[in-house]
């Protein structure tokens, strides 16, 4: 089996992290907790730990095309600052398509099942991989700082009853989400 490092080291995924980084660090760590939380689920659910890590590793890689100073901003975003950060998903689905088109569809849809929702494909993405990644990027943007939350956290069981307040897609996956999230990284 394929390691979560080997995974790393992909030409496809490690130029695209090295984009990332350069062009904004902490989404790059994001991504790559995200990642690796789904690497881990992936191997407790039995599933495709190497699919599940590439598509939390590039899920945000479209915040590439998002101006630097709207990812640190502290305070409220304006609509049309909302407006630009929603795109991400666009951009995202834009650089995997010739990659992978099932990443690609992971990167578009990844904000689809939540209240408030911002669909960037053409139809609503319902594949499990991609609500699994927004579970698993969900719980992570809460339980680690961010800058429009001045650097505050949440514990864990906080950020999973939120969770369950917002995701609007399948319950079931939630109640998987809800019992694998405590074993999985979230360091």
Do not use: C, W
């Amino acid at each position: 089996m394929t390691s979560f490092r080997d995974i790393l080291k992909d030409p496809e995924v490690h130029d695209r992290l090295q984009r990332l980084t350069a062009h904004h660090p902490e989404t790059y760590a994001h991504s790559v907790r995200v990642g690796l939380s789904m690497f881990q689920m992936a191997q407790l659910l039995q599933a495709e730990p190497e699919t599940a890590a590439r598509a939390g590793l590039l899920h945000d890689i479209g915040k590439i095309h998002v101006p630097v100073a709207i990812l640190d901003k502290t305070s409220e975003l304006t609509q049309a600052e909302r407006e630009i950060v929603r795109m991400h998903t666009r951009y995202g689905a834009t650089e995997l398509i010739s990659y992978d088109p099932k990443l690609a569809a992971v990167a578009g849809g990844h904000h689809e099942h939540q209240k408030d929702p911002y669909m960037r494909s053409t139809s609503r993405s319902n594949g499990i991989l991609t609500q699994l990644v927004t579970l698993t990027d969900h719980t992570d943007a809460l339980t680690h700082p961010r800058a429009y939350r001045n650097g505050a956290v949440y514990p864990l069981d906080a950020a999973l009853k939120g969770l369950q307040d917002i995701f609007t897609g399948d319950p079931y996956l939630m109640k998987v989400f809800l019992d694998v999230a405590p074993h999985i990284t979230q360091k």
